[in-house]
């Protein structure tokens, strides 16, 4: 036996020792990530908008909160177009541990941050500024994380692997919100609205030590490394942000394909969250749970989801979770009015669903459109443009679309069309034929 070939049965020998690291180490990334960025959206839903915007119209306060949890978004390409470039250029690896500690720190600032009040106009224009960073951080890690995962599996569980990830987004979520519920109940409500909802922010502290531990163990994947060492010796080669854009036609299919799963997700975790409390007047509690447990059926679908685009292939999977959500907005608002605990929770739990349905298999497929050396920036920059357009603007056009039209129906229309706009685009796709067994 040479000694290549031993070398090619130690690598198999730790192979699931080595998925298994990463598969921790994703879910923590997610997780720390998810947790930083959407407790935004809960303290916008409840308390920012006094804090930070007190002199204005209620709804018009509501709308300017909202509006600072888009510019959130807008960083995201930025942050995608950045690490994008690390990531491809030096590695997955590099770009990861930048992102969270960037996210950690602005996100600790916003616990920090003195409140109109006390500082005026400087507070809100601060307060944009960290959410910009929080973007930039959350644009380059999502990619980063799915693609540690899903180029370390083998070429037919893409979909699972590239999915399982996902799960951080609902620890993150759900101990968000386990924060908020826990921090609800010891205050008052003019206590959590002073100065309790920053207690969240600041226990993003806690998230360093911990990106510091499970960071360590994380190597880039086989694929990725095989891929740089083909390249390497090409001289001055370009940006893969750069080649990226010089052909935008998979990036311009991938943002009008994910439109629908962004806006379903931030309509439920941040839109209802605030609709139930301040429009139909529900329990700020018995709305986080709701949220909450709306999760967990997003966390099982993405998976199972995932997994199954393994087998039957990508495309009819990510189409028919479209379709529901472009038919199940229409169910959403009439099942929130009900106020009714039990119909609230199927309201949102189906429309986690469908969402699990399109980023089960849109993982994979977005990482399949690209070839690796171009595919950080390529899956990244078409996904958080996706984000920006879609769920940045989601809460903040719900807004809108109700205080203009006195009315939730023209919301659930705004959602279909972005729907059809969807399936549009799916249809465009073509995927390498190896990928699945039909696909």
């Keep these: 036996m040479n000694a290549e070939t031993q070398v090619s049965q130690a690598v198999k020998r730790r192979a699931p020792q080595r998925r298994g690291r990463l598969f921790v180490a994703t879910i923590g990334a997610q997780s720390i990530e998810n947790y930083d960025f959407l407790i935004y959206g809960t303290a916008a839903s409840i308390a920012l908008n006094s804090q930070f915007f007190p002199s204005v119209d209620p709804v018009v306060g ?21 690490f994008g ?29 003195p409140n109109y009040q006390t500082i005026g106009v400087a507070a809100p224009v601060m307060l944009v500024i960290l959410r910009v960073l929080q973007g930039v951080s959350l644009g380059g890690q999502s990619t980063g994380a799915t693609l540690l995962s899903l180029e370390n599996a083998p070429p037919t569980r ?19 919100t386990l924060v908020f519920l826990l921090i609800g109940n010891l205050t008052t409500h003019e206590q959590f609205i002073a100065w309790g909802w920053r207690i969240p922010f600041l226990l993003s502290v806690l998230m360093f030590p911990v990106a510091y531990i499970v960071h360590r163990f994380i190597d880039d994947a086989p694929e990725f490394q095989k891929a740089e060492s083909n390249v390497a010796m090409q001289p001055r080669r370009p940006s893969s942000v750069v080649q990226v854009l010089r052909n935008p036609k998979q990036v311009l299919l991938v943002v009008f394909a994910f439109l629908p799963p962004t806006i379903m997700f931030y309509v439920i975790v941040a ?6 409390v301040q429009n139909q007047h529900i329990d700020q509690n018995v709305m986080l749970i709701a949220v909450m447990l709306s999760m967990v059926a997003f966390s099982v679908s993405t998976v199972f989801f995932g997994w199954l685009s393994d087998r039957i292939g990508r495309r009819g999977i990510y ?16 099942l929130m009015d009900t106020r009714n605990f039990g119909l609230i929770l199927l309201a949102a739990g189906v429309g986690q669903i469908s969402v699990g349905a399109m980023f089960g298999p849109g993982n994979a497929m977005w990482a399949e459109m690209f070839p690796p050396s171009m595919r950080y920036s390529g899956s990244s920059i078409g996904t958080q443009l996706a984000n920006v357009l879609g769920g940045g603007l989601a809460p903040f056009i719900m ?6 039209t006195h009315t939730t129906v023209s919301v659930a229309i705004y959602m279909a069309v972005a729907a059809v706009v969807s399936l549009v685009a799916v ?13």
Excluded at 85 to 113: C, E, N, Q, Y
Excluded at 399 to 404: E, F, M, R
Aim: proline share 5%; aromatic share 10%.
């Design 158 to 176: 893409r979909g699972l692997f590239g999915a399982l990830p996902q799960l951080g987004v609902f620890v993150g979520m759900a101990s968000g």
């Design 271 to 276: 839109g209802l969250l605030q609709y139930g």
């Design 399 to 404: 807004v809108a679309l109700i205080a203009g």
């Design 62 to 82: 509501v709308l300017a909160t909202f509006a600072t949890f888009a510019v959130g978004f807008a960083g995201r390409p930025i942050g995608a177009a950045i």
């Design 85 to 113: 470039h690390i990531g491809d250029r030096f590695g997955r690896k590099p770009g990861l541990l930048l992102a969270i500690l960037l996210m950690g720190v602005s996100t600790m600032l916003i616990g920090l941050l």
């Design 427 to 439: 249809a465009m796709i073509r995927l390498p034929r190896t990928t699945t067994a039909t696909d």
């Design 319 to 334: 189409a028919a979770g479209v379709a529901l959500s472009g038919l199940w907005a229409f169910a959403l608002f009439p």
